[in-house]
């Protein structure tokens, strides 16, 4: 459980957390992994979400996905991009969360992820929360924390007076 002098500090920055699904880059689960690949490419990221053409959520894309099917017995064949669905190896089983979301579910999903996939109650996908967004309220909290609240540290068993 969170400290809620901790929580308090970082949740002042909750609306900051996400960034919404208009600003973040994504593939369809019908595209080709030749067009995947260039998006991928292009904005340097190593994993993107997938969508179907409704904008619900399907999964996860990333560069290694695509690389690993373009490697064959005779080295690397990028032929096949043209004739691979996104969806056929995108990754599925995949954690998100929906508003209004706990931020100990967000933190325990960014210990292995650079990001949390954001949906609402339908799927429909509204934006993500990074690694790098949570840092920030983690580095507000430890600039305010003394600031708002008195911290005193608590006595250990077994110390002296």
Do not use: C, W
């Not at 973040?24 to 019908?30: G, I």
């Not at 089983?93 to 933190?107: G, K, R």
């Not at 210990?111 to 920030?136: C, M, S």
């Not at 580095?139 to 077994?158: D, L, Q, R, S, V």
């Amino acid at each position: 459980m969170i400290a809620k002098a901790v929580e308090h500090l970082m949740e002042e920055r909750k609306d900051q957390f996400m960034i919404p699904a208009e600003l973040v880059a994504n593939v369809l689960e019908d595209n080709n992994l030749e067009h995947a690949f260039m998006v991928l490419t292009k904005i340097r990221y190593a994993k993107i979400p997938v969508l179907d053409s409704k904008q619900h959520f399907r999964g996860l894309l990333s560069l290694s996905m695509i690389t690993e099917t373009m490697l064959g017995l005779n080295g690397i064949d990028p032929s096949k991009l043209n004739r691979v669905k996104v969806k056929d190896i995108m990754e599925t089983n995949v954690p998100t969360v929906q508003p209004p979301f706990e931020l100990e579910d967000i933190l325990h999903v960014l210990v292995d992820d650079n990001f949390v996939v954001v949906t609402d109650e339908n799927g429909i996908f509204t934006g993500i929360i990074t690694r790098r967004e949570l840092l920030k309220s983690v580095n507000h909290m430890a600039h305010e924390i003394g600031n708002e609240y008195e911290i005193i540290p608590a006595e250990k068993e077994g110390s002296q007076a």
